[in-house]
Nanobody, 123 residues
Framework: QLTESGGGSVQTGGSLRVSCIVS?????????LGWFRRSPGKEREGIAS???????IYADSVRGRFTISQDKAKVTVFLQLDSLKPEDSGMYFC??????????????????WGQGTQITVSS
């Protein structure tokens, strides 16, 4: 079970941090965790992923502005969003896949999904 929190509204250039509590994953892995977003009129896209070995990858559109991290003890994955732009608006989802490491932005490589949290960036 995955539960996101921390979405909201912010102005251009602002920051937010979203969190996702992940239940049921083995603390020592292997697993991968990911953040995805669905913006209005667009398909869901992968934006950041991390595995239990702390390897991470980012979509080109967010690299250098967003940071994915995790607290293994609390089984929580975070996404720090800085320098936000209006095009970052959308529903943000966390996802998990157990029994495999290597981060991925491919939504088909995840088995478990949260309900999403909305982020709105105004200009």
């Amino acid at each position: 079970q995955l539960t996101e929190s921390g979405g909201g509204s912010v102005q251009t250039g602002g920051s937010l941090r979203v969190s996702c509590i992940v239940s049921g994953l083995p603390q020592n892995g292997p697993y991968r965790l990911g953040w995805f977003r669905r913006s209005p009129g667009k398909e869901r896209e992968g934006i950041a992923s991390i595995d239990n070995y702390e390897s991470s990858i980012y979509a080109d559109s967010v690299r250098g502005r967003f940071t994915i991290s995790q607290d293994k003890a609390k089984v929580t994955v975070f996404l720090q969003l800085d320098s936000l732009k209006p095009e970052d608006s959308g529903m943000y989802f966390c996802a998990a896949k157990e029994n495999t490491a290597i981060p991925s932005l491919n939504e088909y490589l995840y088995d478990f999904w949260g309900q999403g949290t909305q982020i709105t960036v105004s200009s």
